[in-house]
């Protein structure tokens, strides 16, 4: 069975090719990019900044677990970012898509886990990603800044209640 610096490889991905590349170092291909997005071991990514394929900065990276990175330093503090967003690193770590695709759609929850809404687009000031316009359940626009997001994953979680998102005009 094909093995990765991780383990087994899933049994559909074990006949992948390898495909040469210019620095024999580094896989390619499928595997390559299950390298890639896994857990790195060795080198580091903390100070390494995270941007989308159109050059929006989310954050800088100031701490790593295992599926995800801790983003600080940005305008908006600490967040943790789901690893399941990275398509690559290389001298930064760039993710999957276009911020305002690969976030739109996701629900959104407040300090306490009552549902918020759902994230319809991003909001970006010179080139760094700002805040989400989120859609609440009656139908409302509340633009939420990244400073007030905790994580990103499989959702958005925010370290305010929901109730102050209003206050905030």
Same mark, same amino acid.
């Given at each position: 069975m094909a093995r990765t610096r991780r383990g087994p490889l899933p049994e559909k991905l074990q006949y992948a090719p390898r495909v040469r590349s210019a620095r024999p170092d580094r896989l390619t291909?499928? #595997?390559?990019?299950?390298? %890639? !997005?896994?857990? #790195? #071991?060795?080198? $580091?990514? *903390?100070?390494? &900044?995270? /941007?989308d394929p159109e050059g929006i900065e989310v954050g800088y990276v100031s701490g790593e677990e295992t599926n995800v990175l801790v983003l600080g330093e940005g305008s908006g503090g600490r967040m943790r970012l789901g690893r399941r967003y990275v398509s690559g690193v290389a001298d930064r770590i760039t993710l999957s898509g276009p911020v305002a695709q690969i976030f739109t759609g %996701?629900? /959104? /929850? @407040? $300090?306490?886990?009552?549902? *918020?809404? *759902? *994230? #319809?687009? &991003?909001?970006? !000031? @010179?080139? /760094? %990603? @700002?805040?989400f316009i989120v859609e609440d359940e009656q139908g409302e626009m509340v633009n939420v800044l990244l400073e007030d997001v905790r994580s990103i994953d499989e959702w958005v979680e925010l370290s305010v209640a929901g109730d102050s998102l209003y206050e905030k005009g």
């Open positions: 291909g499928i #595997r390559g990019c299950i390298e %890639l !997005a896994g857990a #790195r #071991r060795g080198h $580091s990514l *903390v100070g390494m &900044t995270v /941007v %996701l629900n /959104v /929850v @407040d $300090s306490d886990g009552e549902f *918020v809404g *759902v *994230v #319809r687009d &991003t909001n970006e !000031a @010179d080139d /760094v %990603l @700002d805040s």
